[in-house]
């Protein structure tokens, strides 16, 4: 079956149609307006006054409307600020309109930014978020079956999570909207696009807790079991970054006072900020999706070529438990293929390091050789240093030129692996990955290992990416002040 690869035009086209239905709204605001203020106790209205600019805009109508004071007004001409008082005959207290009228007497609501025909705003935004979420997913279901082993499959799950994000966001302001017509606001909508990062880390500090606590659980029985060292602290190191960068936010966001200017440059650093955590947080999450379906996946019982990638052996020689799960777990798919009647071909892939007594490779065949595999079923590449070295040596070996071929690993590093396949000439038709278990509390530090390694394997792209999206906060927050 041909199955292309996925492509996000959609999502830029969905977009394109987003920005320009906001335009044609915005442009399309009228010279009439009608403005609803929620009223505290009884009020009875009293004669209007104009306090700024006289005669610029027309009070059509008002009127009480059960907790609602309704008004409607209507521009005669352009004004920078049209300042209006109702009184309450009563207890004196005052209700206030501050208009603006542009060339075209098109009407704003200085309190909010609203204007005619505004409230569309908000479902249209919940829309494109909801057309964008849709989008990613379905590029990361369709990366899933192009091939799994890519950069892009936690990209496209990571954005999608930030998509949903906004989506969120969209649909509690629709909620609040619906509820009550006063807690409309452009400015509000505006503000939630730009602080999609600081809405992240509310909605997602409970959640990165429990995963703090499961890090920390797991790190400190691997630190029992396995002994102290920096790598076996990755797990805690990673809670305290999740979670201490949702609080951090949370702590900054109730810091933004000053004078205007001090407060709106406060705001941008810290959406800024926002947008890099809400990014590497979502990346995390998609690393961890697509960890766990790689790990989940079984190769198909028609392969050509099994390897078996090396981690290290025993001074002695002899393979690790590590080692020995991923020969294991070769060693079954060998006689499971050959009961179906094609036998295949066992490539243990490993070198030999400067304390090693011989080559994993050779650790690797001796076991291999009591578990019943036939020596002619063995072929050893001993030159590599690397996974990439791995695949790109063991492929030499291969004689077929259409070999379809599977590697075994530990489960934790079955995703990163099948990338450096690819990265080494192998067809994504002619690859596939299987994952032999691991203790429990090995997994999670492991993993965030190799989480590490495929950011830093992409570092001038997530450099870009990164610097792109602080950019873009920074910019959207303070073009929303001006």
Known sequence: MNIKKPKLWSALVVTVIYLVCFGLIYSMRGDTLTIKKRLYGDFEAGEPVEAEDAGAVTLVDYAVEGSYLKATFHAER??????????????????????????????????????????????????????????????????????????????YFGFGMMALTVLLRSVQMLVSVTADPEQMSVISLRT????????????SLPAFLIMTIGLVTSNISLLKKEGTGFTNMLGILMGVALTGGDMAILILSGMINGNIVTARIKQAVLNGFGALFLYFACMWIGSVAAGIIAAKRKADDDLDYLIVLGCGIRPDGTVTPLLKGRCDQAVKHYFRQKELGKTPVIIPSGGQGPDEVCSESEAMKN????????????????????????????????????????????NYHVFRSGIWARRAGFPRTQIQGEGAPTKWYFWPNAFIREFAGLLSSHRLKQFLICLGLVLAQITVTLLFWM
């Open 78 to 155: 352009e004004t920078n600020f049209y300042f209006l008082v109702i009184p309450d005959k009563v207890s004196g207290r005052e209700v206030n309109f501050a208009l603006r009228a542009d060339a075209e007497c098109r009407l704003t609501n200085l309190d909010n930014d609203n204007f005619s025909g505004c409230e569309k705003l908000v479902p249209l935004t919940a829309a494109w978020a909801a057309g964008v979420f849709l989008c990613f997913m379905i590029a990361f279901r369709k990366q899933l079956r192009y091939s799994i082993f890519s950069y892009n499959t936690p990209i």
């Open 367 to 410: 076991y291999l050789l009591t578990q019943g595999v036939r020596e002619e079923d063995i072929l050893c590449e001993d030159r590599s240093e690397t996974t990439f070295q791995n695949f790109h040596f063991s492929r030499r070996l291969m004689d077929k030129e259409h070999a379809k071929s599977a590697f075994f690993t530990t």
């Open 192 to 203: 939630s696009l730009a602080d999609a990062g600081v809405y992240f880390a509310n909605l």
